[in-house]
């Protein structure tokens, strides 16, 4: 079964407004989960990497008050996409690291955002 | 910096013929290597993984692959293609715990399989 939950998979919204997606790890903490990117018919961008008790760390070329990262608990994990646009429109991935210090990743079932 | 490349964007394959699916990376040391597979509209699901020992992994779903050094490859296979293994399968590069577990994705190559 999944280890790693996102929640919604899907969501539509007007423009202006905000979307919250949370991933969630399942019967393990993370302390750290990467939000992911994907394009259609594109590969995954990593976007930030979400720290339990700290800031999240952006990728290069990402708008941090853009996508607001959160990581509340050892098992929760939110990006808020804030005043969307229809170029967010997306496919946003989350993931936790295995615990086995090998780099192996748990994915969500991710979500995919339409912005009108 | 480390990087994947896929060179084949896309491939068909006719059911119960062969598949192999290529990847080369780059990086400064021994890598962990990924396969991962995704279905339309679904997250990712782990294939196979290379960290250390036999070069020559086996995975789920029938799914093989084996790391070259040399070439720097780390190369998919499967004897024998059944319908449901249309997707997209990206190849990963990571190095563990040192490099904050990020992985680095290729860009992927879709596979169709005719009947």
């Known amino acids: 079964g999944a280890v790693v939950s996102q929640h919604p998979s899907r969501v539509i919204c007007k423009s202006g407004t905000s979307v919250k997606i949370e991933c969630r790890s399942l019967?393990?903490?993370?302390?750290?989960m990467f939000w992911y990117r994907q394009f259609p018919k594109q590969s995954l961008m990593l976007m930030a990497t979400?720290?339990?008790?700290?800031?999240?760390?952006?990728e290069q070329g990402v708008e941090k008050d853009k996508f607001l990262i959160n990581h509340a608990s050892l098992t929760l994990s939110t990006l808020t996409v804030t005043s969307a646009h229809p170029e967010d429109s997306s496919f946003y991935i989350c993931?936790?690291?295995?615990?086995?210090?090998?780099?192996?990743?748990?994915f969500g079932e991710g979500s995919r955002l339409t912005v009108l | 910096a480390q990087s994947v490349t896929q060179p084949d964007i896309h491939i068909t394959v006719s059911e119960g013929a062969s598949l192999e699916l290529r990847c080369n990376y780059s990086y400064g040391a021994t890598p962990y290597l990924f396969w991962y597979v995704q279905s339309p509209g679904q997250g990712l699901q782990l294939l196979l993984k290379y960290f250390s020992g036999d070069t020559l992994v086996q995975g789920i779903k029938g799914f093989e692959a084996e790391f070259k050094r040399s070439q720097s490859s780390f190369n998919l296979r499967k004897p024998s293609v059944h319908w449901s293994d249309a997707a997209e399968y990206f190849c990963?590069?990571?190095?563990?715990?040192?490099?904050?577990?990020?992985?680095?994705f290729g860009g992927g190559t879709r596979v169709l399989v005719k009947p």
């Open positions: 990963a590069v990571g190095a563990g715990r040192a490099a904050g577990n990020k992985l680095t």
């Open positions: 979400s720290n339990e008790g700290s800031k999240a760390t952006y």
């Open positions: 993931s936790a690291p295995s615990g086995l210090g090998t780099g192996e990743l748990f």
């Open positions: 019967d393990f903490q993370a302390t750290t």
